[in-house]
Each structure stands twice: as structure tokens, then as C-alpha cells.
């Protein structure tokens, strides 16, 4: 079965500060890994994903996330924070080799950007 | 273009009674899957359609069914409403059934079970 982990529920950090936000993840096969960020009262909007090749993947807003096989981590990085950038952001994962429509997603964490 | 679109919005409903909800993917999007979201957690996989065909189940019981239209959109059906069906329920489309493809989340619609 696949998991994924995020455990902070709640990440603080000032603006124009890096931001981390941590995910790991557990699956059989080689895993297929997404960031989602969700604003309130709307659907999640894709940030980013992981496939194959370059474990540092590039997505929008200036985010990117690394991918590190051996800790089973997907986690998601920004060099300088933004008040923007505060909302709800999930790390999701698929197994390639089973249920291709099924994302299992973390619980979230919670980002807030102080001025 | 328009983004993932869901109906109603938000809706009200008692213990027992069928419930509706309806969505429609992205122009070109052939692909369909249904998440629950309560409150402090993160979405649920309940059902994925690709090419009007079910491609996966969750775990969910079988009050819950789904179907997918020619058009590609899509209805989630839920009968028996239990108070623990309140919840957030997206929908989300993808150009194609494989695991690869990113998928893309409409605003969803919140259901209150009373």
C-alpha cells in the first residue's frame, strides 16, 4: 500500500526567507510524487511533480522539490518566501504499478508567510 | 479555457436521502477521478473513470457509485447519506488514465449532512 507523510502540520516562516516544506512517502515500486497547493474554498492546483531523471524538479510560483531515494523524501523548497505563498500544500503520491487514477495524499501542512 | 467545473456548489442534505454531484473536465481531459476531503485531512481517492470505464476503486463502501458520460463528464452518486458523508468532494481530470499525467482539481462541492 502507498503512503505519504507530512509531518508538520503547520510551517512559519518570514517573508523573503527559504521555505521547506517536508514530505516522505512509502510505495513498492519506483514512485510517481506531486505537490498540490490548496487556497480557501478552491480545488488543489498543481505545483510540481516528480517522474524520472533530475531529482531536482522545477514547478510554478518559484517552487521546487527534491527528490531523495533513499530517505523516500519528495520535499518542497522555495529560496525566498512570499506572503503569497501562505495556503494549505499537499504531497501526493501514485505507485506506477497499480491503480494509475489513484493519488494518495499526505494531510497537509499548513504554510504561512509573516511580512 | 475553462478549468475542471463541479455542480452544485454546495448542498444540504438529511440522513438517508441520494445525493448528486456532477462534474466536468477540462476540454480535451478523458480522464475522471472523485476525492473526498473532510476537514483537516487530505483528499480520499474514492473512484477514477477513464474512457467511460472504471479504472479504481477506494475504499468506499458501496452507497458510493460514479459513472462517466460520452462527453467525459462525470456524476458521483451517494445514497444513504450518513452524517459522516459531510465533506468536501473534488473532482479532478487528467488527459489521460496513466499515472504520469498531473491531475487538475475543480473548486469541489461541500456537503452537509444534517
Known amino acids: 500500500a502507498q503512503s505519504v507523510a507530512q509531518p508538520e502540520d503547520q510551517v512559519n516562516v518570514a517573508e523573503g526567507n527559504p521555505l521547506t516544506v517536508k514530505c516522505t512517502y512509502s510505495v513498492s515500486g519506483n514512485p510517481y510524487l506531486f505537490w498540490y497547493v490548496q487556497y480557501p474554498n478552491r480545488g488543489l492546483q498543481f505545483l510540481l511533480k516528480?517522474?524520472?531523471?533530475?531529482?531536482l524538479v522545477k514547478g510554478s510560483y518559484g517552487f521546487e522539490a527534491e527528490f531523495n531515494k533513499s530517505q523516500t523524501s519528495f520535499h518542497l523548497k522555495k529560496p525566498s518566501a512570499l506572503v503569497s505563498d501562505s495556503a494549505l500544500y499537499f504531497c501526493a503520491v501514485r505507485d506506477p504499478n497499480t491503480n494509475a487514477g489513484k493519488s494518495t495524499f499526505g494531510d497537509g501542512t499548513t504554510l504561512t508567510v509573516k511580512p | 479555457d475553462a478549468g475542471v467545473t463541479q455542480s452544485p456548489t454546495h448542498l444540504i442534505k438529511t440522513r438517508g436521502q441520494h445525493v448528486t454531484l456532477r462534474c466536468s473536465p477540462i476540454?480535451?481531459?478523458?480522464?475522471v477521478s472523485w476525492y473526498q476531503q473532510v476537514l483537516g485531512q487530505g483528499p480520499q481517492f474514492i473512484f477514477q473513470y477513464y474512457e467511460k470505464e472504471e479504472r479504481g476503486r477506494g475504499n468506499f463502501p458501496d452507497r458510493f457509485s460514479a459513472r462517466q458520460f460520452p462527453n467525459y463528464s462525470s456524476e458521483l452518486n451517494v445514497n444513504a447519506l450518513l452524517l459522516g458523508d459531510s465533506a468536501l468532494y473534488l473532482c479532478?481530470?487528467?488527459?489521460?488514465?496513466?499515472?504520469?499525467?498531473?491531475?487538475?482539481f475543480g473548486p469541489g462541492t461541500r456537503l452537509t449532512v444534517t
Open positions: 516528480y517522474i524520472t531523471g533530475d531529482n
Open positions: 476540454s480535451g481531459h478523458k480522464s
Open positions: 479532478a481530470s487528467s488527459l489521460s488514465g496513466v499515472s504520469t499525467y498531473e491531475q487538475y
